[in-house]
T-cell receptor, first 114, second 111 residues
Framework: KAGVTQTPRYLIKTRGQQVTLSCSPISGHRSVSWYQQTPGQGLQFLFEYFSETQRNKGNFPGRFSGRQFSNSRSEMNVSTLELGDSALYLC?????????????FGAGTRLSVL | GESVGLHLPTLSVQEGDSAVIKCTYSDSASNYFPWYKQELGKRPQLIIDIRSNMDKRQGQRVTVLLNKTVKHLSLQIAATQPGDSAVYFCAENEYGNKLVFGAGTILRVKS
């Protein structure tokens, strides 16, 4: 099975712009979670989608949003970018049938905001 | 300006020795605790996990202990190898698939 795929791998944007990141989960996985990783805050949960519905949300401003499509692929969007949004954005997929909720991570999208 | 990062604890061990990484969690309602290894520039990878109905779980060269009374977790890596050098994160599952991660511990295995 192919792993979790994130595109693009690298992005450079300027303040005020918006950005969309994409995540394709492992085939058959219906849950996709997004995390932000920074040197200052570590790994922080953004939100989780399951069957096209947001199930959980972390403590991030409304500029961070996401969605999930019927094929379980997910996108996250960050509007009005700030310098502090520079980070590695990771998505993780999980099978609803997996009682351990094991999450498999993608390689991430590294976003640099100038 | 200068950015301030998390000060991650660092554990240095000699190749072949055991390494013990400790972690605390915050929510007594958490029922699932995975440990992830992240090598520099790579994705986090699950190395072992434990559920709250267990005190101990063993894998290949790794053992995780869970002490629910004091909300402590520990990860032991036996017979360390240079390839074990990485950042190790504990995490707790509060609800759904939301994981709350610890700050991480840097493990350096010296050969």
């Amino acid at each position: 099975k192919a792993g979790v795929t994130q595109t693009p791998r690298y992005l450079i944007k300027t303040r005020g712009q918006q950005v969309t990141l994409s995540c394709s989960p492992i085939s058959g996985h219906r849950s996709v979670s997004w995390y932000q990783q920074t040197p200052g805050q570590g790994l922080q949960f953004l939100f989780e989608y399951f069957s096209e519905t947001q199930r959980n949300k972390g403590n991030f401003p409304g500029r961070f949003s996401g969605r999930q499509f019927s094929n379980s692929r997910s996108e996250m969007n960050v509007s009005t970018l700030e310098l502090g949004d520079s980070a590695l954005y990771l998505c993780a997929s999980s099978s609803r049938q997996d009682a351990k909720n094991i999450q498999y991570f993608g390689a991430g999208t590294r976003l640099s905001v100038l | 300006g200068e950015s301030v990062g998390l000060h991650l604890p660092t554990l240095s061990v000699q190749e072949g020795d055991s390494a013990v990484i400790k972690c605390t969690y915050s929510d007594s309602a958490s029922n699932y605790f995975p440990w992830y290894k992240q090598e520099l520039g790579k994705r986090p990878q699950l190395i072992i996990d434990i559920r709250s109905n267990m005190d101990k779980r063993q894998g290949q060269r790794v053992t995780v202990l869970l002490n629910k009374t004091v909300k402590h977790l520990s990860l032991q890596i036996a017979a360390t190898q240079p390839g074990d050098s990485a950042v190790y994160f504990c995490a707790e599952n509060e609800y759904g698939n939301k994981l709350v991660f610890g700050a991480g511990t840097i493990l350096r295995v010296k050969s």
